[in-house]
């Protein structure tokens, strides 16, 4: 079946520390996003991108940075990760605007920075 | 922005009694409100959503109301099962913006 996928599942980092979450996507999408999740406060977007060479800011983009390698290819990096970057991060794709329809996302990664 | 509140944040309810779930959204241009359910440990997945030109919508257990006057949608779960535990987010967009989620309501259902 075609999905969605990140690695690593699980990372625990120190402060200070650079980190890479990658993201893959096996359904054709054009359209891939990430968001972090929090407790309390739902699904906050950080990034996202329309196709290979479209970046685009979303709500809490600082501390953050995305590479769009290829259409099936997103990753987002933390240069130098923090304590308050400990959350669970997930990679989402859409066929179209995400108000035309369903936003497919990865199993996430949960990263723990010490 | 859009600012998408959602309550309450926890709700637990009998097996078989009726769930629901309140969002209330502030930009009067969102006209699309999907809601997501994430069972413990998955990835969240879309449920059921409704536009702006409909006030209701139903699938079998689930159903989604949407008062666009009032600027608030809900979700409706009835006969609720040991399944429907889960989170669940609504969340609002227009068309040239990105969806805004609420905080997510923790649904347990009792046995």
């Known amino acids: 079946d075609a999905d969605v996928t990140q690695t690593p599942r699980n990372r625990i980092t120190k402060t200070g520390k650079r980190i890479m979450l990658e993201c893959s996507q096996t359904?054709?999408?054009?359209?891939m996003y990430w968001y972090r999740q929090d407790p309390g406060l739902g699904l906050q977007l950080i990034y996202y991108s329309f196709d290979v060479k479209d970046i685009n800011k979303g709500e809490i983009s600082d501390g953050y940075s995305v590479s769009r390698q290829a259409q099936a290819k997103f990753s987002l990096s933390l240069e130098s990760a923090i304590p308050n970057q400990t959350a669970l991060y997930f990679c989402?794709?859409?066929?179209?605007?995400?108000?035309?329809?369903?936003?497919?996302f990865g199993e996430g990664s949960r990263l723990t920075v010490l | 922005g859009e600012n998408v509140e959602q309550h309450p944040s926890t709700l637990s309810v009998q097996e078989g009694d009726s769930a629901v779930i309140k969002c209330t959204y502030s930009d009067s241009a969102s006209n699309y409100f999907p809601w997501y359910k994430q069972e413990l440990g998955k990835r969240p997945q879309l449920i059921i959503d409704?536009?702006?030109?409909?006030g209701e919508k139903k699938d079998q257990r689930i159903a989604v109301t949407l008062n666009k006057t009032a600027k608030h949608f809900s979700l409706h779960i009835t006969e609720t099962q040991p399944e429907d535990s889960a989170v669940y987010f609504c969340a609002a967009s227009h068309a040239g913006n990105m969806l805004t989620f609420g905080g997510g309501t923790r649904l347990m259902v009792k046995p």
């Open positions: 409704i536009r702006s030109n409909v």
């Open positions: 359904k054709g999408h054009d359209r």
């Open positions: 989402a794709t859409s066929v179209g605007d995400p108000n035309t329809g369903e936003l497919f």
